[in-house]
């Protein structure tokens, strides 16, 4: 295969790796989970992706600090919604069995 050709077919995976990359992060999906779904979906070396998205990282520093940044705010919102759904079921397991009394404010 001549280099040329080579060189083609590499740009085009990179351009297919770049695309499901952005894809995955506009569904707030780590690196982590991106590179096992890309690397799963079209099958191509976990490696090869992780490099492309460190190329990206370094190419849009800005974005990626703020990208990592509502990572972790959906992290706390998503640890937040749970600890509040726990609260509520025991908060209606007491109010079924045992209403509050003076005494519990």
């Known amino acids: 295969m001549p280099d040329e050709e080579r060189r083609r077919l590499l740009h085009e995976q990179i351009d297919e790796v770049h695309y499901y990359i952005e894809e995955c992060i506009s569904r707030y999906m780590t690196k982590n ?3 096992d779904a890309v690397s799963t979906g079209i ?4 490696d090869f992706i992780k490099i492309v998205w460190e190329k990206l990282e370094m190419d849009n520093q800005d974005f990626f600090r703020a990208y990592h940044t509502r990572l972790v705010l959906r992290d706390q919102i998503t640890e ?7 609260q509520v079921q025991l908060m209606n ?3 079924a069995n045992n209403p509050p009394s003076k005494t519990d404010f």
Request: charged content about 20%; aromatic content about 6%.
């Open 33 to 35: 989970e991106t590179v």
């Open 43 to 46: 099958n191509i070396n976990p």
């Open 80 to 86: 937040f919604n749970r600890l509040l759904s726990q």
């Open 93 to 95: 397991g007491r109010n």
